[in-house]
């Protein structure tokens, strides 16, 4: 079984940061692509950014030179760095890990941007 543990989460004003991270356990030693989608309400969930074992990321538009993901393949555990925050921005906010045919999804943290 494997377990994805996300915090980071949380109201902050617009302009401002926030870091979610993301750590896998249990029966996992290694990962393909580690990721944060995120879905607001009455939308469809999105892909945010993703990263692959080699280091390799990809961001959506909307959040290239704000956003940066990073991880730490040791640890298996991904981070998100978001700055400049506006309230477009305002989701729950899920991490992903793929591994070969297993898919892993954690349970979402909140993630409001709000004066």
């Known amino acids: 079984q494997v377990q994805l543990a996300e915090s980071g989460g949380g109201l902050v004003q617009p302009g401002g940061s926030l870091r979610l991270s993301c750590a896998a356990s249990?029966?996992?030693?290694?990962?393909?692509?580690m990721g944060w989608y995120r879905q607001a309400p009455g939308q469809q969930r999105e892909l945010v950014a993703v990263i692959s074992r080699g280091g390799s990321t990809n961001y959506a538009d909307s959040v290239k030179g704000r956003f940066t993901i990073s991880r730490d393949y040791a640890k298996i555990t991904v981070y998100l760095q978001m700055n400049s925050l506006n309230p477009t921005d305002t989701a729950v906010y899920s991490c992903?890990?793929?591994?070969?045919?297993?898919?892993?999804w954690g349970q979402g943290t909140q993630v409001t941007v709000s004066s």
């Open positions: 249990g029966s996992i030693f290694s990962f393909d692509t």
């Open positions: 992903n890990v793929r591994w070969g045919t297993r898919n892993y």
